[in-house]
């Protein structure tokens, strides 16, 4: 039986790729796990590995294709234990029509309706179980379930055309109970997706045809303009501003970077602000929080996402538990990070996820702002330019150099009382840096 290679989802946001490169072709052997392809998605350049074992029976997609699809059948294995087809020229496409019944005159006896099971009898997942009863899983899934004493037929597979995949064994529990289906007959229906809303075009704003140039959105814009649209609609947001004094700040990253230096080291402003963010964080654990339907999930490790514009768009690389780590490790990743960033050479487990994000605009000398927040996390940092400007102390009127930052919130799970704390928390840890290490 042959077995569709499809065109991957390498992101939850990735709706179409680019198929850059095939590591394979035509009637080479695949195991599960080689390498078959290169996949350019609106983030970044992957490989993509097989879940698959066979003879590779056909290319179906030529590389350098762009705007391919998810879930668009892109190469085509022969099954385990077959070898792969002869070439042939490609067959005619033909509209998919259904047969018209025939007669009934023609037909020894008139169809039977099948009886209705019994409500108690367990309908196989007929995306995963073939004629005669056979689960669809990778050989590796199958080697592993055996070995854990795992049943397939239990297991819901999230591979292609939900085939059972070495994810799913992972996730799965010996002797866990097949999942119910999502739905039920007699239950409610799901409701129905909104359309699309319909924009009216430049000419009918009373704009001219030919006074501009139309640029086409590339997968990166779509992808940001779809998901922070959807964020500012339906997340309940506020801003919530302050003003920090960092002269301190400004002293103690030269000494810390003066210390640095033979390593070829450099620490900058917004080092150390997502160090202290991390901080609060672990000190004001309630804003490092996500809604979810089913709750609040409290994260037990501050994993600062950094705003990283790249040509097209940006991206959203993360400092993983940053509240463990030094200045210089912090350095050393966001630097690292950035560059593989622009270059499109992020894993997608170095820009996926979060649970809190940091935006800085000071070096392009804006003062104040509020950024969208970046789901599913509850809060979003906003970093302005550092600049001079007087100060009352006391009764003196004296000079400092202030930054303002501003912290949107969803206010689902950040409300303004633990938005305040954090803000509080923050701007001790940045107006007296040693305590980021105490």
Known sequence: MSIDVLMPALSPTMEEGTLAKWHVKKGDNVKSGDVIAEIETDKATMEVEAVDEGVVEDILIPEGSEGVKVNTPIARLAGEGEA?????????????????????????????????KPASAPAPAAAKVADGGRVFASPLARRLAEQKGIDLSAISGSGPHGRIVKADID?????????????????????????PRQ?????????????????????????????????FRDVPHFPLTIDLEIDGLLAARTRINALLEKEGVKVSVNDMVMKAAAVALK?????????????????HHADIAMAVAVPGGLITPIIRAAETKGLAQIAKEAKDLAA??????????EFQGGTF??????????KTFASIINEPQGAILSVGVGEKRPVVRGDKLEIATVMSVTLTCDHRVVDG?????WLEAFKALIEEPLTMIV
């Open 84 to 116: 792969a087809a002869p070439p042939s020229p490609p067959a005619p496409k033909t509209e998919a029509k259904a047969e018209a019944p025939a007669p009934a005159a023609k037909s020894p006896e008139p169809p039977k309706a099948e009886a209705p």
């Open 340 to 349: 593989r960033a622009r270059d499109k050479k992020l894993k997608p487990e």
């Open 283 to 299: 000190r004001v654990p309630e804003a490092n929080a996500s809604y979810t339907p089913e709750g609040i999930a409290m994260h």
């Open 199 to 231: 924009h009216a075009t430049l000419e009918q704003q009373g704009i001219p045809a030919g006074s501009y140039d139309l640029i086409p959105l590339d997968g990166m814009r779509k992808t940001v303009a779809r998901r922070m649209t959807d964020s």
């Open 171 to 195: 996730r799965a529990q010996p002797g866990q109970a097949k999942p119910a289906p999502a739905a039920t007959p007699g239950s409610a229906p799901a409701a129905t997706p909104t359309a």
């Open 357 to 366: 994000s940091v935006s800085n605009l000071g070096m392009f000398g804006i």
């Open 417 to 421: 009382a633990i938005g305040a704390r």
